[in-house]
């Protein structure tokens, strides 16, 4: 029989690709999970599951201009990890808008949307969370027997000093009518020991009629671990399990494991969705989940793993999907659909703080098939479309159609070129972790390859490789269009040798 971890089709990570810092709730018999975004539009995507490991997107939480403001956004800056909470009927979601506003508050009855227009709230720090104290277990909507004072608390981390990575927990009393902060505020928490670096995403729950705090610790890379504390009062004082990191730093196959959530399931089991990397490939930070066990009062976490293919993608752009997403705010739509993709060649191009004609989704698999047909005649010099493989603004892989032919670029770096026939082109790149190989062809004609680019400078930290179509001007008005009839990915199956599909 097929369990909660050993599904053959999806398996974990069960959201690849770029679904960095998770959080998760339970409404009855049903999952809802949030995830960063950073400077990507719509912001903090919302999915849906019945049993943790097959989820599906249902939306977003900032989907409208008026609700996110990216403009100028800085690469891997923007939205910062939220954190999704369900009371009384209500979903409450709190995030941070880094080099903005600061930390804000949308609430929702449907998770689908809509949410609403954010109301910001007061205090220092990134990685904000909401616990609901409703009673002896849980929190919120998902467990308990109702015996809590029933008020609600903010926490979030802040840092006190950047250069040694010394940071700490604090927290306040949130309203949720009037989604506000008030009240003292108290510091829960800097570490699990003295020189602790980079104590963040908090998260507390109630177990066992005690409070118990879930942090991560290490920073996000090879470090990164997850702390436990608990207390008998929710300000604390708050002691650490004797065996901090109850999730220690990770040699793989997954790695630099952390920010973890934890959710109770209908049968009063645990698990925790947490963010994983996969070593050797630019997926970065991924959705993984654990099976916790309990020691003591204490969580254990189940070791991580990656196991599960991926189904191949296939779009001809009758709508446009969820899994698309837009460099920053958009403050026009240039993309049109129904009739494959159509994109407006504007003057904004990748390299800028602007807002291209550019849309995304994220690489889920380390070894990937790309491609597209673009039909696309360049009546300029300035004018280009194609293919794009993109980390941020500064670092990307370009493979254009431009008047002289194609053109394959890192940046404005030209890496190779040919000369090809007008007419339709369909674009490729075959990805083998950093190794990408880009060729072209004629509509039903044999692939070729042009040249193959170890792009270990696609390495991420933060935000993730996407895979996108793009088109341009160049800084130079313009009536034209790339039109896009086809985006197609595939994985190559276990038997397949390393070369050309």
């Excluded at 920010?259 to 049968?267: C, I």
């Excluded at 062809?441 to 042009?450: H, I, K, R, S």
């Amino acid at each position: 029989m097929t369990t909660l971890f050993d599904d053959p089709v999806f398996g974990d990570p069960v959201l690849p690709g770029f679904r960095p810092d998770p959080s998760v709730c339970r409404v009855g018999a049903d999952y809802y999970l949030v995830t960063s975004s950073f400077e990507w539009f719509p912001g903090l995507p919302v999915f849906h599951s019945r049993d943790l490991v097959n989820w599906r997107r249902i939306g977003s939480a900032l989907d409208r201009a008026s609700q996110l403001d990216l403009d100028g956004c800085e690469p891997s800056r923007g939205l910062f990890a939220p954190t999704i909470r369900h009371h009384d009927g209500v979903f409450h979601l709190v995030c941070t808008l880094m080099d903005g506003p600061g930390h804000f508050v949308v609430t929702a009855t449907d998770p689908a949307g809509p949410w609403s227009e954010p109301q910001w709230l007061e205090g220092e720090g990134f990685d904000p969370s909401l616990f609901f104290d409703d009673g002896p277990d849980g929190g919120g909507d998902e467990g308990g027997d109702g015996d809590g004072d029933g008020r609600a608390w903010f926490t979030a981390a802040r840092v006190v000093d950047e250069a040694a990575g010394h940071t700490e927990i604090w927290m306040r009393e949130y309203l949720p009518r009037e989604r506000r902060l008030t009240g003292p505020e108290y510091v829960l928490w800097a570490g699990s020991r003295p020189g602790a670096r980079w104590s963040e995403a908090p998260h507390l729950y109630k177990t066992g009629g005690t409070y118990l705090l879930v942090t991560a610790e290490g920073g996000t890379d090879v470090d990164h671990s997850v702390v436990a504390a608990r207390a008998d009062r929710v300000t604390g004082p708050y002691e650490g399990a004797p065996g901090n990191p109850v999730l220690p730093p990770s040699n793989g196959p997954v790695t630099c494991t952390g920010h973890a959530d934890l959710v109770q399931t209908p049968n009063g089991d645990w698990r925790a969705v947490l963010l994983g990397v996969r070593p050797g490939s630019a997926l970065g930070r991924e959705t993984f989940l654990s099976r916790i066990t309990w020691d003591a009062g204490w969580p254990v976490f189940s070791p991580v793993d990656h196991t599960a293919p991926r189904l191949p993608v296939h779009d001809d752009f009758a709508t446009l999907r969820a899994e698309w997403s837009i460099l920053r705010t958009p403050r026009e739509r240039f993309w049109t659909t129904g009739d494959g993709l159509r994109l407006q060649l504007r003057p904004d191009r990748l390299g800028e703080r602007t807002t291209p004609s550019l849309l995304a989704r994220p690489q889920e698999q380390p070894d990937c098939d790309v491609s597209t047909e673009l039909h696309f005649t360049p009546t300029a010099p300035e004018e280009e479309a194609g293919l794009a493989v993109v980390l941020d603004d500064d670092t990307h892989l370009l493979f254009l159609r431009t008047a002289e032919g194609l053109s394959l670029r890192r940046g404005a770096e030209a890496l190779a070129g040919v000369r090809v026939p007008t007419g339709p082109i369909r674009l490729g790149v075959r990805i083998r972790g950093f190794s990408h190989t880009f060729a072209h062809a004629a509509p039903g004609e044999p692939w070729q390859d042009l040249t193959t680019v170890e792009a270990t400078f696609l390495t991420p930290l933060f935000t993730s490789i996407q895979l996108g179509l793009y088109a341009t001007s160049n800084g130079r008005p313009s009536t034209n269009q790339a039109h896009f009839t086809r985006f197609d990915i595939a994985y190559p199956g276990p038997q397949e040798p390393p070369g050309r599909r």
